[in-house]
Antibody, heavy 120, light 110 residues
Framework: QVQLVQSGAEVKKPGASVKVSCKASGYTFTRYYIHWVRQAPGQGLEWMGR????????RYAQKFQDRVTVTRDTSINTAHMDLTRLTSDDTAVYYC?????????????WGRGTLVTVSS | QSVLTQPPSVSAAPGQKVTISCSGS????????LSWYQQLPGTAPKLLIY???KRPSGIPDRFSGSKSGTSATLGITGLQTGDEADYYC???????????FGSGTKVLVL
């Protein structure tokens, strides 16, 4: 069955960077886009960006354009999300999710989430 | 500030029906297929409705979706205590070239 397994929780200091991983299994990794969505405590869902694992082409939300980088390693069916210059506002659960077309098709499978805590 | 607008909460007694609205614009809801996601407490979101009104395998027909113009609606009939969750609408925004979510609606079963 389709699974997206994310890396473990992280605690970072303000100004640092964090890298969250998402390992896919149960389907052909290069046929589905991987998206990153975050949720701050008690808040709603916020889309950060996506990658086409086949081509490596990315698209980011304007809010995160200068701080986020999404990459992939097709040899291990894994996508990564790097977020730099962390502040306390970046404390959130970060989810990866997949969709077929990259622009509007449903997110039909989600990872369990990775809690990133930013604290001095 | 979410691009798509949802009511903060809706409530009803067990067995009753609730509807959740999702209001957008011509560049998102009016231009693309809409999905609904259910997020039970402490868990990841789960796809509930896609392409405006389709249910993935395993989703009971108590859940239904519809769309008209720049608004969409999620309906839940035969409400159960297990339906207590946050519900989000989501779609692509053709102008922002970004995926956008609604603000989320908490369903309370009285």
């Amino acid at each position: 069955q389709v699974q997206l397994v994310q890396s473990g929780a992280e605690v970072k200091k303000p100004g640092a960077s964090v890298k969250v991983s998402c390992k896919a299994s149960g389907y052909t990794f290069t046929r589905y886009y991987i998206h990153w969505v975050r949720q701050a405590p008690g808040q709603g869902l916020e889309w950060m960006g996506r990658i086409n694992p086949n081509t490596g082409v990315t698209r980011y939300a304007q809010k995160f354009q200068d701080r986020v980088t999404v990459t992939r390693d097709t040899s291990i069916n894994t996508a990564h999300m790097d977020l730099t210059r962390l502040t306390s506002d970046d404390t959130a659960v970060y989810y990866c999710a997949r969709d077929f077309y990259g622009s509007g098709s449903p997110f039909d499978s989600w990872g369990r989430g990775t809690l990133v805590t930013v604290s001095s | 500030q979410s691009v798509l607008t949802q009511p903060p909460s809706v409530s009803a007694a067990p067995g009753q029906k609730v509807t959740i609205s999702c209001s957008g614009s011509s560049s998102n809801v009016g231009d693309n297929f809409l999905s609904w996601y259910q997020q039970l407490p402490g868990t990841a979101p789960k796809l509930l409705i896609y392409d405006n009104d389709k249910r993935p395998s395993g989703i009971p027909d108590r859940f239904s979706g519809s769309k008209s113009g720049t608004s969409a609606t999620l309906g839940i009939t035969g409400l159960q205590t297990g339906d207590e969750a946050d519900y989000y609408c989501g779609t692509w925004d053709s102008s922002l070239t970004a995926y956008v979510f609604g603000s989320g609606t908490k369903v309370l079963v009285l």
